[in-house]
């Protein structure tokens, strides 16, 4: 099993759509989780931390279970602005592992 | 804002040449990390170091790969002898321990012929 897995998209929404992005994890230790963003040929850069409690910012929101090893990031109304590729992270002791990513193309 | 950067920001290198790429981290951060992407794949864990020395490393950072924290500030990745399959984008980063938090470089893209 992969370390960090997730929907292997494409995602090809419509503006104002709202998409859901998955991820599993195969260590129970992990302690901490992250969703980053990359844009095409650009570093990653963190969009959000994802919390026990689930989390929200703005359009986005997070979502941790710690029983099922899976992780949710929910993007509402989407934009143009919003293409481009997730990223799921884990970390464990400060090991910082990346899931594949899922590419969300966002289309007028 | 402080922020993670990376030279040279583009390589060109032949096969068998050695390469080193420098990163200069934030500042009071702790934890430094080289990752790799090649283009239109994942990005790929090499190594994370911690007090002066590797904390992890994956199966991808063999013999030709080393790290170094030379005078406090930089953090460099060398490759000794450069393979064709190389040709990626290899990424630093930084974090402290509060937050877990990376924070990247802009990358430096690497190509071997």
């Known amino acids: 099993r992969k370390e960090v897995e997730q929907d292997p998209g494409p995602f090809n929404v419509p503006e104002g759509a709202t998409v859901a992005f998955n991820c599993t994890y195969s260590?129970?230790?992990?302690?901490?989780f992250f969703w980053y963003r990359q844009d095409c040929r650009k570093e990653p850069k963190l969009l959000m931390s994802v919390y026990s409690s689930g989390n929200e910012d703005g359009r986005f929101t997070a979502q941790l279970n710690r029983a099922s090893q899976y992780i949710s990031l929910l993007i509402r109304d989407s934009k143009l602005s919003d293409s481009a590729t997730y990223l799921c992270?884990?970390?464990?002791?400060?090991?910082?592992?990346f899931g594949a990513g899922t590419r969300l193309t966002v289309k007028p | 804002e402080p922020e993670v950067t990376q030279t040279p920001s583009h390589q060109v290198t032949q096969m068998g040449q050695e390469v080193i790429l420098r990163c200069v981290p934030i500042s009071n951060h702790l934890y430094f990390y080289w990752y790799r992407q090649i283009l239109g794949q994942k990005v790929e864990f090499l190594v994370s170091f911690y007090n002066n020395e590797i904390s992890e490393k994956s199966e991808i950072f063999d013999d030709q790969f080393s790290v170094e924290r030379p005078d406090g500030s930089n953090f460099t990745l060398k490759i000794r002898s450069t393979k064709l399959e190389d040709s990626a984008m290899y990424f630093c980063?930084?974090?402290?321990?509060?937050?877990?938090?990376?924070?990247f470089g802009e990358g430096s893209r690497l190509t071997v012929l």
């Open positions: 992270v884990v970390n464990n002791n400060n090991d910082m592992r």
């Open positions: 980063a930084s974090g402290s321990l509060n937050t877990g938090e990376l924070f």
């Open positions: 260590n129970s230790a992990s302690q901490s």
